[in-house]
């Protein structure tokens, strides 16, 4: 069109027809403004103030600001960015629920415990491995020795006994092992980086598995003819030597090479290493005294001295980890160095500067008291821990599936497909910068399969606008002002009764997880069949 | 118990079937039932366009509206700034303990009582203000509740309600005296509506002929209620804070009734001599100041003034259209259609001839001749068009040329909008956004459908000129917004008026009823161009040789239901449109479109009401009033802890220090005068150090204060100024529409340290985050009202930084915030037992003539045992 015209956004130049969104000027210049309320077919519905950006020292939100020759925006400068964080951390402040459950963020290794617990109450064995391994080096190993922090900050444990996540770890992996073929994690193609490991111990054992995932060549050398270091010393009635062995042989197929009764400072040095490797990673475990003055690296002590934050030794190429650095009591933490010291290399091998691995972004929601808990519980198995008949044996298929019930689903279902918690990573949100007291949380279970969490709706208004312009006869409408505003079908009435039409629709575009769909009714739409995946289901007729 | 639904369906019957009506159905709902009962909402959904959703929403967002029925009575209880400063918290904690109405409802369990807080009732100058049913109480205090309540109770048994004074617009042809009874708000609060029918039970009684005449604000609310006796010899004199039991003795001694005892009347003679002038008024419950300026405290009050939204205050029965017509009124207007008005002679009696001393009232009042009766029965000759292109000045067929020709055209309107902006008037609602320009751009829209509408939604706590305005002058307002009308090209106005302003709707309603009555309003505006009804003394004068066109304006009153932010222009819209308050982005702004997606020009109600006066006396008198960039004059609610509390107008660049200390008299005996808040919610507290800052726009917003729109709240030093941007924030927080991040939970976060301030629990950290939030709020917020609701805390910060210091020490200066301070009794206790009986506590064991003990744990502070105490024995610290 001929009256198309220019603006300037962060001192680039963008082409715009009159009647264009500031939002949709920047799109075109890929900048990627957040939003949180916006839905094209909604309009600009101003509420969210995520997308602001500044014209003429003033802030706007980008969303609703209509270009106009000329026109100057900021979009990406501290200022503005400040001012989007702030609006997300006001948002978190108030939003009742966490992105993931506290056994997650307790895990070392970050694996998503309540995702393999549902897998399991589904039965669904081979996404269950598949969500343990992508997590947990050793997993067979774990599932006996790891001390499991998760289970402390299980809150079923408030109420009974914690789930027993640890025994589902260990099931899961028997379970595998049991399949002529066990599962075999991804990997991805090689990227032709070669990096050698010295020391078979687990952080050097995890160190590998995550690098060999990604790619690299990976050659783990220890001092022993064996892989397991430490693990070896462990009692077989804890750690069975053949579980310990099939680990090892899975990292084998997984294409990592080993080398054995080769020993730093006497067949190989480090800058000799150095040379010949892309990266070299010292995790030759606790030094015995003296040990260190052989190995030709710089010492605190009698650790080996390394960046805490990168792993580095002062030796270029060379990063060390794991007991060496500094003595690991827990064997999982042990192997959490090792997933941090594989991200350093990973991304030094990627020539971004070494760091280790972000935590993931998650709302808190903290203590949840006895009432709140008594939300969680009615859509779960209502008894305490299942101990397996046979102790020996472990849990058995069912023993297993109704164990894993009784995890109360306390993280969010949105996680990882919520905008909000997506800025909030993008954007470095501290999700408790206000401290204040939080509402209760709340659930309303739904007769059609809606799960609506008033706790974590950011009262976007994308799903008012969206009955209005459906003409629902219901509808669904923001009840009362300011901070009790809320969302709510007329009259009191559920959720679900203002969503007669478009209630699909209304879920997919929320931008967090206050509007889902159980699982049962997720399975269904994606054709798996009715099977309780949750526990939900089992009570859906109640309503919070 | 069910519900009679066809109340429901004559509510829709009334109100329309369209989904704007739902507003005005939920009023009538709300006011038949007493609640919004389910059923009745059901069933308006059913036989309206009105859907489910929108009836939710709406009903949900605005004050008035409840959806639980009430108690047998409503307590309403305002929070207005002023009430606040003066203790309205403990009066709420002793009326919710002595009512027993539990924590968390707002009902007692008998269903007698409903307790309801509101933003702010508008009689600051009474606070702490209740209002029970449809009496207004002032100066309430904690420990006098029970009193309160049993003197409630005692009216009620005795059926003495107070009949109305609205319908008191006759006149008495021939009569030539009159009692003028002030009928304001706050006037009838302190019982004028009673002394005014007293006043003429009395006249009647005594067969004298007198007209007692209703007239709007006085201004003096710290001395009403208040009378002005004029006589036929055109004497004037004022009698100020009386009741009813003076209204036969007043009579008596100014108009010699027929038939009464003498005895009598020299007794009740003598009871006025002892009260009349020249002795220290203050120590007197009834006073009496002649009109001569022989009273220091009322010069001083008046002095500083200059009435132009006020013109003739005290002088006009506000619903008297002939008496508005005689003062000048709708001249301008005339002009504006191209025509004159002429007069009906004014039937009541002659003002005072010029050469009497005149009104105290008047002296102040810019253009002098306005008030002049004796051409109040001649044909007005009236300066051109101020701003007409290059006419003579002040010849007759200049004026009639330009309106023959220009009748509302382009060039009449572009004659008035010149005028208002050579004028320098600048929108009076809080911005102060030069209203010239707001004109031009409505009146440069090309749009067929514009809409003018007169913004009364007053809700700065502490603020009530437009309501005093609305409610004395609403025929000035009216003929602002149709000058506005015209000069846009608008053919329908709107007032939108807060329900709390019952009186203001009820006037306001009258006189476009009564202009509707005569033809004035409708299809043709002053009944210009129309045939004229034969029956109508009055008729309007066309200029020689021309048939002026008929200029249509329909006028209505859309009446606010509760919503602070519906101040705010776009919530404004969307309130009238049959929606949540809820602000929407600008731009587009109202001007461009508004209303209905059309244009629409919204004006404060003081800025119109300053319009004609603009237009009749011009741009270059209004402009050579004030500063540089801030014309004319500032009408301002001026209360809090102040002697003279009260309704002024003084011109722009007045100082700070001259309102507060010689208009309002200073702060109270022993007490040190802190600081002024001015601009409410959104403006900032100034302190007395910088009391010589002018009044004006810009010389406000440099100190970190606004305008606002003239509430004036005076602080001494018992007022705490981190309880004060509390305050505020609390006030923003119950008042945010919720709809933007920024406000709804920014404003929260603020409270939320504030509140942590006011009880000793806050750290330096969370200061620091506070004053940081304030900026981002102030920033990122999507309208007016958040954008500006940190003002209060960032102006206290500036100023009174060593106060939030204290605080953070767990100390509060002032011993307002209640959980830092400790009430304890000294060795001056006697042991009189006073205390233990007032605690409503019992936090007091009655120890008879041994010194008392207050038990900490159990002390509500409510500073009761402080103000019974005989012997000044119960210190606070």
């Given at each position: 069109m001929s009256d198309s015209f220019t603006i300037s956004i962060d001192g680039r130049p963008v082409a715009v027809q009159p009647g264009e969104s500031v939002l949709t000027a920047a799109r075109k210049l890929a900048i990627d403004i957040p939003t949180l309320c916006f839905l094209e077919k909604c309009?600009?519905?101003?509420?969210?103030?995520?997308?602001l950006v500044k014209l003429n020292g003033k802030l706007v939100p980008s969303c609703g600001t209509k270009v106009t020759p000329g026109m100057v925006i900021e979009s990406e400068t501290e200022e503005v960015h400040e001012a989007r964080r702030t609006a997300l951390e006001l948002l978190f402040s108030d939003h009742v629920g966490d992105c993931l459950s506290p056994c997650h963020r307790l895990c070392p290794l970050m694996l998503n415990i309540p995702l393999m617990l549902r897998h399991l109450e589904a039965e669904r064995w081979d996404e269950a491995i598949a969500t343990v391994r992508q997590a947990l080096p050793l997993a067979g190993v774990l599932g006996r020795l790891c001390h499991h922090p998760c289970e402390q900050g299980c809150r079923r444990g408030n109420w009974d006994d914690p789930a027993a996540i640890r025994d589902m770890e260990k099931f899961v992996t028997d379970q595998d092992f049991q399949k002529p073929e066990t599962h075999l994690i991804p990997r991805k193609p090689a990227t032709g980086k070669r990096v050698v490991i010295i020391g078979a111990g687990p952080t050097g054992l995890a160190a590998a598995y995550y690098l060999a995932r990604e790619g690299h060549s990976v050659t783990v050398a220890d001092r022993q003819a064996q892989a397991g270091g430490s693990l070896r010393a462990v009692g077989e009635n804890q750690l069975p030597v053949a579980v310990l062995d099939r680990e090892v042989a899975l990292l084998a197929r997984l294409g990592i090479d080993f080398k054995f009764g080769v020993e730093l400072g006497q067949h190989v040095t480090s800058e000799g290493l150095a040379r010949g490797f892309e990266a070299v990673l010292i995790t030759v475990g606790e030094l015995a005294p003296a040990e260190g003055a052989k190995l030709g690296l710089a010492l605190a002590g009698n650790s080996i001295k390394a960046?805490?934050?990168?792993?580095?030794?002062?030796?270029?190429?060379v990063f060390a980890a794991g007991s060496a650095v500094r003595p690991q009591k827990q064997l999982v933490k042990a192997m959490a160095e090792g997933r941090a010291a594989a991200e350093c290399v990973h991304r030094f091998l990627g020539g971004q500067p070494a760091r280790r691995p972000e935590k993931p972004f998650s709302s808190l929601m903290g203590r949840i008291d006895p009432g709140e808990l008594k939300a969680f519980i009615r859509s779960t198995h209502s008894g305490g821990s299942v101990a397996p008949c046979d102790r020996c044996a472990g849990h058995t298929r069912p023993e297993a599936a109704v164990e894993s019930s009784r995890c109360l689903h306390c993280d969010c279902r949105s996680s990882g497909n919520c905008v909000l918690q997506h800025y909030a990573q993008t954007y470095g949100a501290n999700a408790s910068r206000f401290r204040a007291e939080r509402r209760p949380f709340e659930q309303q279970l739904q007769p059609g399969g809606i799960i609506f969490e008033p706790g974590k709706c950011i009262l976007c208004g994308i799903c008012v606008k969206l009955t209005e312009m459906a003409a629902e006869p219901l509808g669904l409408a923001f009840i009362g002002r300011g901070f009790d505003l809320k969302i709510s079908a007329p009259f009191g009435l559920e959720v679900e009764a203002g969503l007669e039409r478009v209630a699909a629709e209304c879920v997919q575009h929320c931008p967090t997880g206050a509007l889902v769909f159980a699982e049962k009714k997720l399975a269904a739409a994606n054709g798996r069949g009715a099977t309780s995946v949750d526990g939900n289901s089992a009570e859906s007729g109640q309503t919070a | 118990m069910p519900i009679d639904l066809t109340i429901a369906d004559a509510a829709v019957a009334r109100a329309g079937r369209k989904p704007e009506a739902l507003i005005p159905i939920l009023q009538i709902l709300q006011e038949r039932y007493g609640y919004l009962p389910e059923e009745a909402l059901r069933r308006v959904c059913l036989t309206t366009d009105i859907t489910p959703a929108a009836v939710a929403g709406v009903a949900s967002f605005y004050d008035m509206f409840r959806m639980q029925p009430t108690g047998k009575h409503v307590v309403r209880v305002c929070r207005g700034t002023a009430c606040h400063v003066a203790g309205a918290e403990r009066v709420e904690d002793s009326l919710r303990r002595h009512l027993q109405i539990p924590n968390g409802a707002d009902t007692d369990r008998a269903g007698q009582y409903t307790i309801e807080p509101v933003a702010c009732l508008g009689t600051c100058t009474l606070a702490p203000v209740v209002r029970i049913g449809e009496s207004t109480l002032g100066y309430t205090t904690a420990e006098k509740v029970p009193e309160l309540m049993r003197d409630f109770l005692a009216n009620l048994a005795t059926a003495t309600a107070v009949k109305s004074t609205e319908d008191q617009g006759e006149h008495r042809p021939g009569v030539r005296a009159e009692i003028h009874v002030g009928l304001g708000s706050c006037c009838m609060a302190k019982g004028s509506d009673r002394l005014f029918h007293a006043l003429r039970e009395s006249a009647e009684a005594g067969g004298v002929n007198v007209a007692v005449k209703r007239v709007g604000c006085v201004g003096m609310c710290h001395r009403t209620p208040m009378i002005e006796i004029t006589t036929a010899a055109g004497k004037g004199e004022f009698y100020a804070g009386l009741s009813p039991e003076h209204a036969a003795a007043l009579v008596q001694r100014h108009f010699q009734p027929r038939g009464l005892v003498q005895q009598a009347r020299r007794v009740w003679t003598r009871v006025l001599d002892s009260l009349l002038l020249d002795a220290p008024t203050e120590q007197r419950s009834v006073q009496h100041f002649s009109m001569s300026k022989r009273d220091p405290a009322v010069r001083a009050f008046l002095d500083k003034q200059v009435h132009i939204a006020t013109e003739h205050f005290g002088k006009l029965?506000?619903?008297?259209l002939d008496e508005y017509l005689a003062h000048d009124g709708f001249a301008a207007l005339a002009r504006c259609l191209g025509t004159e008005l002429l007069a009906r002679p004014h039937p009541g009696p002659l003002p005072q001839e010029r050469e009497n001393p005149s009104s105290v009232f008047e002296q102040s009042s810019v253009g002098d001749s306005s008030c002049d009766s004796r051409t109040s029965q001649s044909r007005r000759k009236l300066s051109p068009l101020p701003g007409g292109e290059g006419q003579g000045e002040g010849e007759a067929t200049h004026t009639s040329k330009i309106t023959q020709s220009l009748l509302t055209s382009a060039a009449t309107r572009e004659a008035i909008i010149s005028t208002i902006e050579k004028s320098g008037l600048r929108g009076r609602g809080g911005a102060g956004f030069p209203s010239g320009q707001k004109w031009r751009v409505v009146a440069q829209q090309t749009n067929d459908t514009k809409y003018v509408i007169c913004n009364g939604d007053e809700g700065d706590p502490g603020a009530f000129m437009d309501r005093m305005i609305l409610e004395s002058f609403p025929f000035r307002v009216i003929e602002g917004l149709a000058i506005a009308a015209v000069a846009v090209g608008a053919r329908e106005g709107i007032f939108y008026i807060r329900h709390e302003y019952p009186l203001a709707v009820k006037r306001v309603r009258a006189a476009i009823a009564q202009l509707e009555q005569r033809g004035w309003l409708g299809e043709s505006l002053l009944g210009v161009g129309a045939p004229l009804a034969p029956t109508q003394g009055e008729r309007v004068a066309k200029p020689d040789g021309g048939q002026p066109q008929s200029y249509p304006l329909k006028l209505s009153v859309f009446e606010g239901a509760g919503a602070f932010v519906c101040g705010e222009e776009t919530a404004l819209i969307a309130s009238i449109e049959g929606e949540r308050g809820m602000p929407k982005l600008r731009p587009p702004f109202p001007a461009q479109a508004?209303?209905?997606?059309q244009p629409t020009l919204i004006n404060n109600v003081e800025t119109l009401a300053l319009v004609p006066w603009i237009l009749r006396n011009g741009a270059e008198k209004f402009a050579a009033i004030g500063t540089a960039k801030s014309k004319g004059t500032k009408v301002f609610a001026l209360a809090g802890k102040i002697r003279r509390g009260g309704l002024i107008e003084v011109p722009m660049g007045t100082t700070i220090r001259e309102i507060v200390e010689e208009i309002g008299g200073g702060a109270a005996a022993g007490r040190r005068f802190k600081a002024v808040q001015i601009g409410g919610p959104s403006g900032g507290c100034v302190p007395a150090r910088l009391a010589d800052t002018p009044v004006d726009f810009e010389s406000l917003r440099e100190v970190g204060a606004i305008m606002g729109s003239g509430g004036l709240v005076v602080l001494d030093d018992t007022s705490c100024m981190v309880d004060i941007a509390r305050y505020f924030l609390q006030f923003t927080q119950d008042q945010s529409c919720g709809k933007c991040t920024f406000c709804r939970i920014g404003t929260k976060r603020m409270l939320d340290i504030l509140d942590r301030l006011c009880t000793g629990r806050a750290t330096r950290p969370q200061l620091e985050e506070l004053e940081r939030l304030a900026v981002q709020v102030g920033a990122g917020s999507l309208c007016g009202l958040g954008k500006t609701a940190p003002n209060p805390v960032l102006s206290t910060l500036r100023y009174f930084r060593d106060e939030y210091e204290a605080h953070l020490a767990g100390r509060c200066p002032a011993r307002k915030c209640t959980t830092l301070i400790k009430y304890t009794i000294n060795g001056d206790c006697t042991g009189c037992t006073l205390c233990a009986q007032h605690c409503p506590v019992d936090a007091i064991p009655t120890t008879p003539y041994a010194q008392h003990v207050i038990d900490d744990a159990k002390c509500t502070r409510c500073d009761t045992c402080r103000l019974v105490c005989p012997h000044n024995a119960v210190e606070m610290k």
């Open positions: 309009g600009p519905l101003n509420t969210c103030q995520v997308c960046d805490p934050n990168t792993c580095q030794t002062p030796l270029e190429k | 029965d506000p619903l008297d508004g209303l209905w997606e």
